[in-house]
């Protein structure tokens, strides 16, 4: 889904929770850090998950209602679904671009 990221272990995503343990990680740490760069990246796979399927899922009711097999009604909330996860992926699309370019702008 995502290129040019390498070879990135998702296994390890969410398996502590930091609560507990002996204090070496939290938000203050690099494994604190790296703990929320993983749960990031897994919020933003998951919400391209849900808009792919749900993209799929409106075409798929659109042939179906092209052929006479779905309800017009179903149709329209599937591709006004679409329509609104699409909307929603394309504004944290350029949200993400925004921030990339104001920290690259950043004097070091």
Do not use: C, H, W
């Not at 990135?8 to 760069?37: E, R, V, W």
């Not at 990246?41 to 792919?52: K, R």
């Not at 993209?55 to 017009?72: I, K, N, P, R």
């Amino acid at each position: 889904m995502i290129t040019g990221l390498g070879a990135i272990d998702f296994s390890t995503i969410g398996k502590s929770s930091g609560l507990g343990n002996s204090g070496t990680t939290g938000p203050g740490t690099a494994a604190g850090a790296a703990d929320a760069a993983g749960s990031f990246a897994s919020v933003m796979a998951d919400l391209a998950t849900n808009a792919v399927d749900t993209l799929q899922q409106a075409e798929q009711l659109s042939v179906q209602g092209m052929q006479g097999q779905a309800d017009t009604r179903e149709v329209v909330d599937a591709v006004m679904s679409a329509e609104q996860a699409l909307t929603a992926a394309v504004a944290i699309r350029d949200k993400i671009v925004s921030a990339y370019m104001e920290v690259s702008r950043m004097q070091i």
